[in-house]
């Protein structure tokens, strides 16, 4: 898949980067790329820059990509003060994938579709975390929406801690649309919400797409509407909610568990 990743450059012509290209920020965010096959034109590196940077040239040439020795004070301007490690890398811009492409991934693994639907999640370092969390539980992918949702900018690929070149993201125009794609074709779909049953309690095997409604809101009306069940997290304190990512990482990982208990049955 393609990536869209990180930010408008915004840079002017000495940095030698086109308005119309993506930066992936920071060693580990720019290795996952160079390893998923991410689309990069050119990697630029502080050339006393150590450690790690010398394996991500190495990677970047094994796959011919054009390594440019770019000052540190350069490579700061590029991406608007970012903490760029010494390494940044000019992707072209990304393409997010479909939500028949999700599908699809989770057929070619001979697996029940597990896919995380972020309904509005505007805090770029919630979708960042909740994609690293995905990625790491085994989902298939992630569904956002185009409008009130943050996007794959730079905070959510660095979040991501590269999660983000590995795992697809499908960008659609109406959410509830999505969510009926996935139920004709036999997922269902589970809202997180304090009013619902005790996630313990509830069977998350099978197909299933996880609703995780946004930080002061949580799901919207229309969305709300279109699940099959409604889960929540037992609040025994004084505080009655969680950040979100924190609250999708507990769900993603009891739809994990529950998982892995069945694949053990089915053997």
């Known amino acids: 898949m393609a990536n869209d990743n990180i930010k408008n450059t915004g840079a ?3 940095a030698d980067v086109d308005r119309d290209r993506q930066l992936i920020v920071g ?31 190495r990677l970047a040439k094994e796959r011919g990509i054009p390594v440019k020795d ?8 590029m991406c608007g003060g970012a903490a760029h490690q010494g390494v940044i890398a000019s992707a072209a811009c990304a393409e997010y994938v ?6 699809e991934k989770a057929k070619q693994k001979g697996e029940d579709p597990f896919i995380i639907i972020c309904d509005e999640i505007e805090d ?29 900018d730079t905070t959510v690929y660095k979040t991501s801690a590269g999660a983000a070149s590995w795992l697809p993201v499908a960008r659609v ?18 809202g997180t919400d304090g009013g619902g049953e005790d996630y313990t309690k509830a069977d998350l095997k099978g197909a299933i797409g996880l609703v995780i409604g946004s930080e002061g809101f949580g799901m919207g009306r229309l969305v709300k509407e279109k699940c099959d069940c409604i ?5 025994k304190g ?21 998982r892995a208990l069945a694949d053990v049955k089915k053997q």
């Open 12 to 14: 002017d012509k000495n």
């Open 231 to 235: 889960v929540s997290l037992p609040m």
């Open 124 to 152: 770029p370092h919630n979708l960042g975390a909740i994609i690293r969390t995905a990625e790491a539980a085994g989902a298939h992918g992630i569904i956002i929406p185009k409008r009130r949702s943050a996007s794959l």
């Open 70 to 77: 770019t000052q540190e004070n350069k490579l700061s301007f």
């Open 173 to 190: 125009a109406n959410l509830p649309s999505a969510i009926d794609k996935l139920k004709q074709c036999g997922v269902w779909i589970y």
């Open 238 to 258: 004084k505080i009655n909610s969680l950040n979100a990512s924190v609250a999708a990482g507990i769900f993603m990982y009891e739809i994990a568990r529950q």
């Open 27 to 57: 060693r580990n965010a720019v290795t996952e790329a160079l390893k998923s096959g991410a689309a990069i034109d050119k990697l630029y590196v502080n050339p006393t820059a150590g450690g790690s940077v010398k394996n991500i040239i």
């Open 98 to 103: 479909s939500v028949e492409d999700i599908l």
